[in-house]
């Protein structure tokens, strides 16, 4: 991690609102939208393949994945996108990519919760994740390292007491904690981001997925 806190460019800004919002996008076949009462502080958003699924996240971590921008650059909204807690589970017909999944994010929230936006351009101080002089030092994601989750292969019913499943394409955060499972570095750059309050650009130049187990003490 680059920590220089000088580094500032022009950086593209999601303005909220609620109002009507007409778009054409490609939808889900079944969407889910509760909120989420536990008070758990543990939290969590993944995309396996024809699904996306958000434990215990304020909605603005869903808008902000839908939109492909990191939480620092979203603005404005209602106060509930940050205070009140959901929980997400939408399914597709096959396995459409990511780009693809957060169309149809985008469509879910403009029906669902009337969700507008416009983008802005703003300058901004950001930091930039690179690879030590060392190399990058995460472990590829091998076959079988994560549970791969999809309308062939539904989540396991858990036990209670057990640790939390290793679902592939999982990004959850805790006190302390960032757990990754078959993710790419992109999602650890928006992870730190939305820890740091401040855009967080990945740089590392890696490819693949990535087991991401990440420990440190809280301020």
């Known amino acids: 991690m680059n920590h220089?806190?000088?580094?500032?460019r022009r950086a593209?800004?999601?303005f909220?609102?609620?109002?009507?919002?007409?778009?054409?996008?490609?939808?889900?076949?079944?969407?889910?939208?509760?909120?989420?009462?536990?008070?758990?502080?543990?939290?969590?958003?993944?995309?396996?393949p024809g699904r996306l699924t958000a434990t215990n996240v304020p909605m603005r971590v869903v808008v902000s994945f839908a939109?492909?921008?990191?939480?620092?650059?979203?603005?404005?909204?209602?106060?509930?996108?940050?205070?009140v807690r959901y929980d997400v589970v939408a399914t597709a017909q096959g396995a459409p990519p990511p780009d693809q999944i957060r169309l149809m994010v985008q469509a879910m929230l403009a029906d669902r919760l009337k969700l507008a936006?416009?983008?802005?351009?703003?300058?901004?101080?950001?930091?930039e994740l690179v690879p030590a002089k060392s190399g990058l030092k995460l472990e590829t994601s091998a076959a079988g390292s994560c549970q791969v989750v999809d309308r062939d292969h539904p989540p396991a019913p858990r036990t209670a007491g057990t640790p939390p499943p290793?679902?592939?394409?999982?990004?959850?955060?805790?006190?302390?904690?960032?757990?990754?499972?078959?993710?790419?570095?992109?999602?650890?750059?928006e992870a730190l981001s939305n820890m740091l309050g401040r855009t967080v650009i990945d740089k590392t130049g890696a490819a693949g997925n990535y087991n991401i187990v990440f420990r440190f003490t809280p301020d």
């Open 4 to 8: 220089s806190p000088t580094i500032a």
């Open 12 to 14: 593209t800004l999601l």
């Open 16 to 48: 909220v609102a609620v109002a009507c919002f007409a778009q054409q996008s490609p939808e889900f076949e079944a969407a889910s939208i509760k909120i989420n009462s536990s008070g758990a502080s543990g939290a969590g958003l993944g995309f396996p």
């Open 67 to 83: 939109y492909g921008i990191q939480d620092s650059k979203l603005v404005g909204g209602p106060d509930w996108l940050s205070t």
């Open 117 to 127: 936006v416009h983008r802005e351009k703003r300058e901004a101080q950001i930091y």
């Open 166 to 189: 290793r679902y592939c394409g999982n990004m959850g955060l805790g006190p302390g904690q960032i757990n990754g499972w078959g993710v790419p570095t992109v999602r650890l750059a």
